[in-house]
């Protein structure tokens, strides 16, 4: 028998409740539901045509276009808590990243994280919002930063949220397993057997209570198709790859070395703790990049826009120049 | 932060942008043209236009009050400029009026962020720089061949010193070897969303009226307005008044 479960008694951060009590929806609720779902169409030479599902919120002019940019395992799901209080600042534009959610998934190969940042510069012009800010979690975050290396026209200016940075012993092991031939297929299946438990499993809140069976489809659905599956491989083997992060990493240390500052408005947003990604990520990147400000966030996960949307915001909306006008 | 005039001062992209604010009511975004400054507006019927609209009247960059350490100008980059002077107000949406480089900072808005521009009025602007206009922007004299008068002209506009006029002549010559900046083609154009006027002079020696015509069969939902015997920006001084009032009624309707 069973014991039985402590009634009222408040999770640890991190604890994770288990499947089988999570609650249909989630107990804090969010308007993802009732933003417009949208599709574009991208077109990139190696991402080919991409039919792209999007979010957007509060469209007829109340604010600058602002673009929120998920990271691994998650999808514009993620961004459910800050759409309302950006909402008010902001126009908000929420894509689905290719082969996550319900956009279109890229060819195998196609996933480096200088295409995908790429493709992000492609959304902002088949949408119409080149050379606005954005809000960037995690892999998206990491993406972001990319982008702005390359073409820093692209963005007006980036808040991080907790992004990795710097090739860890995890990802350098994941890449090698992963580059043997079959466990990419092998990894695909893993997250196909059983999608609804392994994005409850693999996505990790300070506040678990925060966790619910919708948002296990959100993020498992798209796992459970061959497409997505493959889609979610291909950036844990070729978007976060190491060795690309190592490039990443060099090319800021040169410009460091050269006095160069990143070259648009940049603030990171990290949470003291997480599982998944390390917090120092934050402290090395501000180190790299003098005169960027680093906010720390208590009480929150690398999803810090999930378990603390609020202290997001607060730290958010000043940077990105947002004044709401009548 | 506030500098000289009624004017306010933002950082942004890498210069500090110089911009003034008359009027209330919903925003209406003037940009000058080049060589010139926010204040070239008085004698191109601000008076009539603050009447009706919260006018927002930046100093692009390099000009007036705004500085740039790059030294060159392109139209993008002023779009680019602009878009973040209507995030930082909090303009999600607005309309416009450019003149000549104005006019195609707003092409640039207009193409890159579809939705911030509600409409718009573009005073001879281009989809690019034709023959006749690279061999009058070759014939550009430089700052030593350039007149006292042309000298006390520009110092009344732009605040930064004579090496800030001195890039000016520069950049209106270097803009004779400039072919990607204003490379807009009928496709590109078709999508602006903003209701367009488009206001030509019939004998604007750079730019021949045709291109009038290429944009306006280009941008959608366009509008032109020849002005018989008119030349390059036929809005000043004795045309003020009239330009003013089509203006407004222009984007007024819808």
Redesign the interface.
Known sequence: MREPHPVAQPLRPFQRLPFAELPATPRRPHPYFQTEAREATTRSARLGELRIHYRVHR???????LLLIHGLMTTSYSWRYVIEPLGR?F?LYIPDLPGCGRSQAAPEGAYGAAEIAAWIGEFQRAV??????AIGNSMGGYLCMRLALDRP?AL?GLVNIHSPAFPDARLSLLGGVLRAPGARRLAAWLARRDPLRWAHRNVHYYHEDLKSIEEAHEYGDPLATEEGSRAFASYLAETIAPGAMGDFVRDLEARKGRGERFPIPLLLVYAREDPLVAPSNGERLQALLPGTELRWIEESSHFAHVDTPERVVEAVVPF??????P | MSAGNDGQTVQLNGIELYYEEHGQGEPLLLLHGFTGCAGDWAHAGRDQLVREYRLVAPDARGHGRSTNPERSITHRQCALDTLALLDHLGIGRCKAIGMSMGGNTLLHMATLQPERIEAMVLVSATMYFPEQARRIMAASPMAEEQPPEAWEAMRRCHRRGDEQIQALWEQQRAFKDSYDDMSFTPPSLSRITARTLIVYGDRDPLYPVEMAVEMYRAIPRSALWVVPGGGHGPIFLEAAEGFARAALEFLREG
């Open positions: 469209e007829a002019g109340s604010g600058p276009p600042h126009r119409g919002i080149e050379g606005c800010a026209e007006s990105l120049g947002g004044r709401s006008r």
